[in-house]
């Protein structure tokens, strides 16, 4: 079958692999779309560790069953359209039984390759996961958009963690890329009133108003700031009730953390750097609580709903669909940042 590979830092290409077979309890999925994560973009260079060559990176897709394993039952049956999990986990564990399988004791993820284990992903015509990370698709969702319900899921967990409810007057959502803009989408899904976006780039600000947003923001150092004054719902308060930072290096989550309201919360979505500077007196003095994110735990029916309902359009996220043999092209444009792009979506 046909592969967009990882070969060496940097360097893909198209080519030929072995096709995948299911084994007991696995499914194997002709792939239909799948994303281009930035974790993909960030990764394919070695700057990360967790895209180890040789791999097939891919893990926002979709697509048809092909062919199941020994002791899947017959609720998944060739034929079926899907979308799949990107959180390759176990079942059994103490956190997966209490819920929490995006923290699985013998956790992986598609298309990572980290030392302890190598999960070859979905830029390929095929792809073989477990029958418990696969969730069916109605016919009202098309497979463009049921690649992307995994960025999806990503924001509604971080808006379940931050408490998002009826109390919620305000939130601030920093950094408006792919997982940014899903974070503004889901909290207008929440009836949350007042949405501010933060970024550099003023067509995804653009983006992020279509998707919600009732307030965008400049990033600079003043953003913070300015949010605080916009959020603030009272006298009493002097920011947003909630912040999600979707980025993940020291300026955002200062301006994140300079965003929210005393004694609000602050959810850390983003990850590009492993380690940043904190403003920790401002975390403590104002009793902050911030808050990690780790991908999704059981929001996988929860954004099929809200995409089929028609109550979240994931159209607005792509920019641009091509086939997998542009591949290479489309990683380059991305990782040189091109204006204009924000998701790629490749078809094998």
């Known amino acids: 079958m046909k592969a967009l590979l990882l070969t060496d830092p940097g360097c893909l290409t198209v080519t030929d692999v072995p096709q995948p077979v299911p084994a007991a309890g696995e499914v194997r999925v002709r792939v239909a779309a799948c994303g281009i994560c930035g974790s993909d973009v960030h990764g394919f260079t070695g700057a990360t560790g967790r895209r180890i060559p040789p791999l097939v990176m891919g893990h926002e897709a979709a697509g048809t069953v092909d ?65 418990r990370v ?106 947003a009730d909630v912040v999600l930072e979707a980025v993940g290096a020291t300026a955002p989550v200062r301006t994140a953390i300079e965003a929210a309201t005393r004694g609000g919360t602050v959810v850390l979505v983003g990850n590009v750097s492993p380690t940043i500077e904190l403003p920790l007196q401002m975390v403590v003095t104002r009793q902050l609580r911030l808050q990690g994110s780790c991908s999704s735990a059981g929001s996988y029916p929860e954004a099929i709903r809200l995409v089929s309902t028609g109550k979240i359009d994931l159209s607005g996220f792509v920019s ?21 792009l924000v998701k790629v979506v490749l078809q094998p």
Not at 157 to 181: E, K, M, Q, Y
Request: charged content about 20%; aromatic content about 6%; proline content about 6%.
């Open 67 to 131: 062919a199941v394993g020994t002791g899947v039952v017959t609720d998944i049956a060739p034929g079926a359209r899907v979308a799949l999990d990107s959180t390759v986990f176990c079942g059994a564990c103490t956190h997966c039984r209490e819920g929490r399988e995006n923290l699985c004791t013998d956790r992986q993820v598609l298309g990572v390759s980290c030392g302890p284990y190598r999960r070859h992903g979905c830029f390929a015509e095929y792809v073989v996961v477990p029958r």
């Open 134 to 239: 696969v969730y069916a698709l109605p016919d009202t969702i098309d497979f463009i958009a049921a690649a992307l319900l995994e960025p999806l899921t990503i924001a509604l967990h971080a808006v379940h963690l931050a408490g998002v409810g009826p109390a919620t007057r305000s939130a601030v959502v920093v950094g408006a890329g792919p997982i940014g803009l899903a974070c503004v989408a889901a909290l207008a899904s929440y009836g949350v009133p007042k949405i501010a976006a933060i970024d550099l780039e003023a067509e995804r600000l653009a983006r992020a108003r279509t998707l919600g947003a009732t307030e965008t923001i400049p990033a600079g150092d003043e953003a913070g700031k300015q949010a605080a004054r916009w959020g603030a719902s009272g006298p009493d308060t002097d920011g």
């Open 320 to 340: 641009r669909v091509a086939p997998l043999s542009e591949g290479v092209e489309w990683f380059a444009r991305l990782h040189d940042r091109e204006p204009g």
